[in-house]
Structure formats: C-alpha cells, structure tokens
C-alpha cells in the first residue's frame, strides 16, 4: 500500500514538475480549454440552439470531430500490426505512443458525443445493465461498447508496460499478448461499426453505400499515422527516445498504399453516384458542385481532394517520402485533407438535402468552434500528460520501487 | 419533517457520489437545485420499466412541477393502448388546399414550443407538372394570400407511424417505441438527446428541442399524455403521436390535424376493423405510401379521392 502510493507521487511529480516550455505548453492548452468550457457552460444554459444544426441537419461539428478522431484512435492498430505480428522492431519499440496517442483520441471522441447530447446528465441511460442499452438493435449502442472496449484495452496494454517498465522489468508477453492480438480486430472494429453508425440508414442515401466502412477505414489508415509522424519527430526532438528514420519511412511507406486505397474508393463511389445519375447523387452534388445555389462545403471539398492527391504523390515517391521537409507536408496534408473529407464533408451532405428536400446549409457557429477547440485541447493535453510520464519512465529516467524498495528515484527529464 | 429533510440530505450525498461514479463529474451538476424532486427525476427509471405505482408517482410529481412552471393544473393521462386496435392515417392528396390548418391545430393541441417555432406537421408543396415522388422539388415556406393556389399541390407530411420504424431501431436507450396500437411513442424523460432517431428518420418527422419550449401558460392545453402533448424539456427529440391523449380516450377522438382540417382530407380510424373508414379507402381507392421502397412500413396512407 505504502508502495503504490509513494509510486503516485513519484507518478504526480513526474507530471507536475518541468521546465518553462513545459509551463508555457500546458497554459497555452488551458486557455483553450477555458474557452471551450466556458463556452459549452453556454450550451447548458442555453441548449444547442447556440449551435447552427437544425432539424435538418441534426449533426454537424461535433459529430463531424468525432468521425475524424475514431480513425486516429483506430489507427494505432497499423503500428501494432506490424510491431508485434511481424516483429518489426524500430515500429515495435514506438507502439506505445501510438496507444497513448488512441487512449486521447478516444477520450476526445467520448467527449465530442457527450458535448453533441442534449440531455448530458442522461448518458446513463445508454449503459448496460444500469440504463437501458438498446444491444444489439442500435448502433450506437455498438459504439458505445466499442469505443469504450477499446479504451480500455489500450489503457490495459500502456498501463501495464509502462508500470514493468517502470519497475525495470521486461513485460510479459503471456500477460499482454492475447490483449494485442484482441485489440487489432478491436480497432478495425471500433470504426467499422462507426461507419455502419451512419451506413445503417436508409433514409440517407449519401451514407447508405456499402463502400462507406472500407472507406472509412482506408482514410483512418492515412491520417492517423499522418499524425503519429509529426508526433514522434516531436518527441524525439524533445526527449532522449530514439526513433530511427526507419520506423517513420516505414509507416510513411504505409500510409501511400492506404491512399491509394482511399482515393480508389472514393473514385468508385464518385463514379457510381454522378454515372448512374440517380436523385442519390444529389447529397454528392451539392459537397462538390453546390445544390440551389448553397455552395459553402464545395472549396474545402476541392481543396481536401487536392491536398490528398498531392500528399499520395509524395508519399509514394521515395525521394519525397524520405525527405523530412516534403514527408511532413505530407502529412500536414493528408491530416488536414482527411480531416475536411471525414469530418464536415462526410456528416453534413448527409443531411443535405434533407429527407423532405430541403437545403440547409450548415456552417458551425463561433460557441460550437470554441468548444471543439477545447475539446482538442483537452486531448492535446491528456497527451502531453501520459507522454510526460511515459517517456522518462520509456528512457528508463525514472523507476518505481518494486517489491522491497530499491533505488527510489523520480527524476525529471531535460528537454 | 426534520426525518424527511435528512431523508433528502442523505439521498442527496449517495445520488452525488453515484452521479460522480457515473463519471458526471465532469458536468456542472446543479447543485443549487439539489432537491429531491431533481434527483427523483434524474433517477427517475425507464418508462416502460416502471410499475402501475411507480408511474402513478411518477405523474403526480411531473404535475406539481408543471403546475409550477404554468401556474395552473395539467392532467397528465397515462391511457394504455386499447385491444384490438391498430391506428392507421390517411390523406386525400386531391383534397389538400395547402391551408395548414391542420399544423397550427396540432401546435395548440400538443403544446409545441412557440419561440423556437416546432411543428410536427409539414405540409409541403409541389408545382403540377414537376416531378415529385423524390419529394426533391418541395417546398416548405410559402405565404400566399389565398390558398388553392392554380399551378400547385400540396402534400402533408408527419410521423408515418411505421410498422417498421427506423428512429425505434436507432435509438441507443430504448426512449422511444412502437405500442402495440401502432402509435410510435417517446419517453420525454429517458431520451438523451443524441438525435439519432432524427437521422435515421426517412419522413423528417422527428423534431428536436434546440432551446427550452417556449409557451404561454395560457396557451398551455391542459389535457395531456404521459408519452405525447405533455410540455417537452429542452434537449429530447418529439413528434406526432397520432395525438395520443385523444384517439386513447374513452371518448375516442380524432387526432386535432383531423378535425381540424376544413376539407376532409384527413383520415383516420383502426386497421383492424373491418368497417373502418381507413379499410375502406384502402380498398377502394388509388392509396401509397411515402418512400415504400425502404421498407419501413408505414400506416400512413395518401389517397386521390378523385382525379384532378
């Protein structure tokens, strides 16, 4: 007892203590996370009527964010894959960012759907076996199940390696490795079922392809490990782990043959809708070209469909994918193209026109941005935390006492 | 007294404790209103899941609370769907003049919040000669000075109360369903407000409380359902139950869009009646239903009475 909680404090003050870039970084985020909680107050008081989603187009940003983060939470699957199947070792010894990176992202995505409620303080109502989950009849009922499984496994696998670690052992693949095995079908299924969420419904015809959940999978597996990119340059700049160019050309390498797979989808649906011609394609009309003279989702549209091709152009060529100036572009790119496509541009065509025809353009309101900033923010946040842990404890700066307590040490790292 | 008031204080202290475990903490939980009557109604349990007793109680509370609010007393009825009933609609297409009489009849007998404006009722409206069946060429805001007007028709849309309802299939807590008169109902109380229901709903009936309903007590019809016109909260999904409190009375009224309607173009009554006026006209006159191809089932049906 007396262990685990000197442990905690070593843990606290690990967290708690850094230098001026660290202060600075955390004050940074909780100004936005001020914003964004100071905001959301306003949508208690006040309901999503602050927001600009209407009876005809019932989700919008918030919904919009949530897609976006399941695919990177989903993503850290591809980092597993190779690590622990192939025993690909400069991949294997990163995984564990990329899971911490999955724990924040669902974090975030629980939080965006917990913002988009109307009546938060009832969620317990969506729990099994205290409220009354509709298993297995409801989607979203999956999705909770999901999301939260996920979280948890991610949290299992970190938690235990990080504290072995920490104890300055050597994890157990026995204890663990059935948990990463489970967790790689887990993450295929954490934004497949995401995907059936919105392909269910027959009444939307822009989501009702069947082509929706390879889809979405495809560009999950181009953003999220866009992200984890610039990430690990970041730590790696920032902290004694070493992550060799190999591992980061690799997952680079990675990403162009999920690209490809994206834009073909994306093709073969684009070509089914406008050939066919059918009133189907008339959500798809107005993301590309604008319907009744309401255009506003066609430049980023445009935009997103540019950045990715250029991204899947410099993805696949060597030359660019090893250079670290064009790789980054990239993948500020691909972030942000998938970001455009998966967010705002897979949500809002759903709803337009909606089921009666009408044509409402959404574009989200200063109070719903401000809360989705803060909701970012939190997971930035939560991020910087665990890596605040994680990497002393990784580089084997700091070490919890074990057993009988030896050499009892909270050193905090130099940036 | 002093018992009840540490009776409160104790159910206070374990609720709190069990809404920081549900991991609420997170929401600014209203302390300020940290009575009895706001946790019983946080705990308050699925309406489907409660006993005689327990909605009995249940009711009397919501009608203290409103008689609050509006300063004046709502009954809230609580009619179970009657055997050997399976309410079914129709709607003569060649009547319909586009008055919308029948949506601001609805807005006063369902006590729909008037600032944000809801209706359940859309009454859409098409040029002759356009193509119309995708429903894409519709129309829902249009002031003319006289109703029929020469080059177009009109068609009303509501709740289909499908058969095979895809908002019941969606929704994640089970807070709405069909009952076995067909009526497809919401608990007010259980909904969370996720809207899925609304995105899954292929007939845009579904309508969500964006602000807290805004109604004059005086406009308040006093004469309510548990599961329908009963004054709404903000943040829960309604829509049109076939005006439940009255097609389940004793008296077995037509819904208010019926009645209300000034050239008979509305049509209600039970599937499984033989004699009905709705088995009649299924009989004997053109009738579909919107969007059969998704296979939802509705027992709405429109009709052309006669040609025109």
């Known amino acids: 007892m007396v262990q685990i909680i000197r442990n905690f404090f070593i843990a606290l003050r690990q967290i708690a203590i850094g230098d001026k870039k660290y202060y600075a970084w955390l004050a940074f985020l909780s100004f936005f996370i001020a914003l964004g909680v100071y905001s959301y107050i306003g949508q208690l008081n006040r309901g999503l009527i602050i927001t600009a989603m209407r009876d005809q187009v019932s989700w919008g940003f918030y919904i919009s964010n949530f897609t976006f983060l399941v695919g990177v939470a989903a993503a850290a699957v591809l980092l597993v894959i190779p690590a622990y199947i192939y025993n690909f070792k400069p991949i294997k010894e990163i995984v564990l960012f990329g899971e911490l990176l999955a724990i924040s992202a669902i974090t975030m995505c629980i939080l965006f759907i917990m913002v988009d409620m109307g009546q938060p303080m009832r969620v317990w109502h969506i729990l099994p076996f205290i409220g009354t989950m509709n298993f297995p009849a409801s989607l979203l009922a999956w999705d909770v199940v999901v999301l939260n499984g996920y979280l948890a496994i ?6 235990y390696v990080l504290y072995r670690l920490s104890i300055g052992k050597e994890y157990k693949m026995s204890v663990i490795g059935p948990l990463i095995i489970l967790s790689i079908p887990w993450a295929v299924s954490i934004h497949t079922v995401t995907a059936f969420l919105y392909n269910g ?17 495809a560009s999950a597996f181009c953003s999220g490990p866009a992200l984890m990119i610039v990430l690990f340059q970041i730590i790696r700049k920032l ?10 050309f690799k997952i680079a390498e990675l990403i162009a043959y999920a690209m490809a797979i994206n834009l073909f989808l994306l093709g073969a649906e684009v ?48 030359k660019t994918r090893e250079n670290f100036t064009t790789l980054n572009m990239a993948c500020v790119f691909v972030i942000i193209g998938v970001y455009i496509e998966k967010g705002m541009g897979l949500i809002t065509p759903g709803f337009v026109p909606d089921t009666l025809g009408e044509v409402y353009e959404y574009t989200p309101t200063t109070p719903e941005i401000l809360v989705a900033i803060g909701i970012w923010a939190i997971g930035a946040m939560l991020y910087t935390l665990l890596l605040k842990l994680a990497v002393p404890i990784y580089t084997g700066r700091v070490r919890f006492a074990a057993g009988r307590s030896e050499g009892l040490q909270g050193q905090e790292i130099k940036h | 007294m002093d018992n009840d008031e540490k009776e409160n204080k104790n159910l206070t202290r374990r609720t709190l404790l069990k809404g ?21 109604s946080f705990f308050q349990k699925h309406f ?3 006993n005689d007793a327990e909605i009995k109680k249940v009711i009397s509370r919501l009608e203290k609370e409103y008689a609050e609010k509006y300063k004046k007393a709502i009954t809230i009825g609580n009619e179970k769907p009657l055997p050997g009933v399976l309410f079914g609609y129709g709607l003569d297409l060649s009547r319909c003049i586009g008055c919308r009489r029948c949506v601001y009849a609805c807005v006063d007998e369902n006590n729909q919040s008037l600032d944000p404006q809801i209706h359940w009722i859309t009454v859409l409206r098409f040029k002759k000669g356009e193509k119309w069946v995708s429903l894409e060429e519709s129309e829902k805001y249009y002031n003319p000075e006289t109703v029929p007007q020469e080059d177009y028709f009109y068609m009303p849309v509501q709740c289909q109360q499908c058969e095979n309802p895809p908002c019941v299939k969606s929704c994640p807590t089970q807070a709405t369903w069909k009952d076995p008169d067909g009526i497809v109902v919401i608990d007010y109380n259980w909904c969370i407000g996720c809207r ?9 009936a579904r309508r969500f409380n964006w602000a807290a309903p805004n109604r004059p007590s005086e406009k308040i019809n006093p004469n309510t359902h548990y599961l329908g016109n009963r004054p709404r909260y903000k943040g829960v999904v309604e829509k049109c139950t076939f005006c439940v409190q009255r097609t389940r009375s004793a008296q077995g009224r037509y819904p208010a869009c019926v009645e209300a309607c000034p050239v008979g173009a509305r049509k209600f009554g039970n599937l499984l009646d033989p004699e009905s006026e709705m088995r009649y006209l299924i009989k004997h006159k053109r009738v579909f239903r919107l969007k059969e191809d998704l296979n939802t089932n509705p027992k709405f049906y429109y009709f052309f009475a006669y040609g025109n």
């Open chain 1, 239 to 248: 902290s004694e782990v070493e992550i060799e160019n190999k591992a980061i």
């Open chain 1, 201 to 217: 419904l027959s009444a939307r015809p822009f989501w009702n392809a069947s082509i929706l959940a390879p889809r979405f999978l």
């Open chain 1, 154 to 159: 991610n949290s299992i696998i970190a938690f």
């Open chain 2, 20 to 40: 920081a475990a549900l991991g609420l903490a997170g929401v600014a939980l209203p302390l300020d209103r940290a009575n009895a009557s706001f946790w019983e």
């Open chain 1, 271 to 318: 070509f089914k809708e406008f050939y066919s011609g059918s009133i189907h394609a008339e959500p798809m009309k107005y993301l590309y070209f604008g319907l009744h003279g309401q255009n506003k989702l066609v430049p980023w549209i445009w935009f997103a469909t540019v950045l990715n091709i250029t991204a899947f152009i410099l993805f696949l060529l060597p």
């Open chain 2, 196 to 204: 899925y229901c609304m995105a899954a709903c292929p007939y845009g």
């Open chain 2, 48 to 50: 489907r899941e409660m």
